[in-house]
Nanobody, 127 residues
């Protein structure tokens, strides 16, 4: 079991940067594949980025590739999402997710592949 708490959301202008943090509980954090998803009202939750247990492999949605970077600090039991060159279409609630199962890896982009979720952090990008 792991609990996830996101922070760092806010209101920014187009072109700005923002860093989301996800603090996790539990001593087995390094065993989890971690990911970020986002959701806007009326739409399904969509995959943003994923990071392997070791931090050596990543996967990004095409819409954020080259602008967003996912990273983790296993010592601090945290995962981050650095978002640069933000666009109004990045406006959403961002969710941190963790997967304990061995069948989930960085190529897993469906919500069903993840076991634990944070409560979400609002990111609003104004034009």
């Amino acid at each position: 079991q792991v609990q996830l708490v996101e922070s760092g959301g806010g209101l920014v202008q187009a072109g700005d940067s923002l860093r989301l943090s996800c603090a996790a509980s539990g001593r087995t954090f390094s065993r989890y594949t971690m990911a970020w998803f986002r959701q806007t009202p009326g739409y399904e939750r969509e995959f943003v980025a994923a990071l392997s247990r070791s931090g050596g492999s990543t996967n990004y949605a095409d819409s954020v590739k080259g602008r967003f970077t996912i990273s983790r600090d296993n010592a601090k039991i945290a995962v981050y999402l650095q978002m640069n060159s933000l666009k109004p279409e990045d406006t959403a609630v961002y969710f941190c997710a963790a997967a304990a199962r061995i069948t989930t890896d960085v190529l897993t982009t469906t919500i069903e592949g993840y076991d634990f979720w944070g409560q979400g952090a609002q990111v609003t990008v104004s034009s």
